[in-house]
C-alpha cells in the first residue's frame, strides 16, 4: 500500500487544494502536510512570529491568501489554502481562479477535535457550527 506521500509524488498534476473547518479541527496540520505551497488568512496576522489577529484587517486578509494562491498557481505550483471556508461563497474566488486556469480542485473537510490555536472563543465556533454549509464540487 502507498504512503499518502507517494500517492502525492506520483500524481504530479496541478492542482488547488481548499481545507475546510472549524478552528480546531485540523486545517493547517493537514496542509502542512500535503507537500504544496500552504496559504490561510490566518498568516496575514503572522508579524515576526507572533499571532496579532486584527478583526478590521480581515477582508484584506482574506484579499493577501487569495493573491498569493494566484500568483502561486500562475507559477505552476500546487497549492493548498486552509480556511474556516463556512459557506461556499468564502471559496468562491479560490473556485473561479482555478476555473479560470482550468486547475482542479479537491476540497477535504478537516473534522478534528483539536485546542484551536488562536483562541477562537467556544461560542464562535458553536456559531460556526450551526452556520456550516455542505459543499459540493459542481
Known sequence: MKTFREYLNENK????????????SGKSTLAKK??????????YFELKGKYAFDASKLQEAHKWCQNEVYKTLK???????SNTFVKRWEMQPYLD????????VRI???????????????????????????????
Open 13 to 24: 498534476t496541478q492542482e488547488l487544494v481548499l481545507i475546510r473547518g472549524v478552528p480546531g
Open 108 to 138: 477535504i473537510e478537516a473534522t478534528g477535535n483539536y485546542k484551536n490555536v488562536h483562541g477562537v472563543p467556544d461560542e464562535v465556533i458553536a456559531n460556526m457550527k450551526q452556520r456550516w454549509e455542505t459543499v459540493k464540487l459542481n
Open 75 to 81: 507559477a505552476g505550483k500546487s497549492c493548498v489554502v
Open 34 to 43: 500535503l507537500g504544496y505551497a500552504h496559504f490561510e488568512a490566518d498568516m
Open 97 to 104: 481562479m482555478a476555473k479560470k486556469e482550468n486547475i482542479p
